[in-house]
């Protein structure tokens, strides 16, 4: 059983990841609606927030999986969890597109509607892959 200190303590760990995938959402979402009309509303802004929200709160930090008893842990022989798996890739993607709209926004570039909608698609399947990592991870007995 955990202490409730520690369990205060993940509660804040998890609390601001989600803070860091609902900026990473705006951010992304301040990008594409500035090169993308459509797109510029609050509503959109919102969206993009609580899934990135939802993500990296669901996505990152995932219950590992249980290994057999009696099966050697590491080493060749072991399966590839896929919600590890899963919310790496994720997480990496949602990172970069993050990173990459918030360096097009200090420099003041713009991308042609292509890029912007690589971006715009780099963040929504990995925020995707996190929620989906998250939900295997955790439907787990």
């Known amino acids: ?13 998890r609390i601001g990841l989600a803070m860091v995938g609902a900026a990473c959402g705006l951010f992304v979402a301040a990008h594409v609606g500035s ?10 802004l919102l969206i ?6 939802v993500g990296f709160y669901l996505g990152i930090d ?8 009696g099966e050697p842990t590491g080493g060749a022989g072991t399966k590839v969890d896929s919600a ?8 990496f993607l949602a990172a ?11 420099l003041r570039q713009d991308l042609h509607v ?7 698609t780099g963040w929504v399947v990995g925020v995707m892959m996190q929620i989906v990592a998250g939900a295997i991870a955790r439907s787990r007995s």
Request: glycine fraction near 8%; avoid cysteine.
């Open 48 to 53: 993009m927030m609580i899934g990135g929200a």
């Open 84 to 91: 590890d798996l899963l919310s790496a890739v994720g997480t």
């Open 114 to 120: 292509y890029g912007t909608m690589l971006i715009m």
């Open 1 to 13: 059983m955990r202490s409730r200190v520690r369990r205060f303590a993940h509660l804040l760990e």
């Open 35 to 44: 090169s993308i009309a459509a797109l510029t509303s609050q509503a959109f």
């Open 62 to 69: 995932t219950p590992p999986l249980r290994e057999p008893k």
């Open 96 to 106: 970069l597109t993050a990173f990459a709209s918030v360096g097009l926004i200090v």
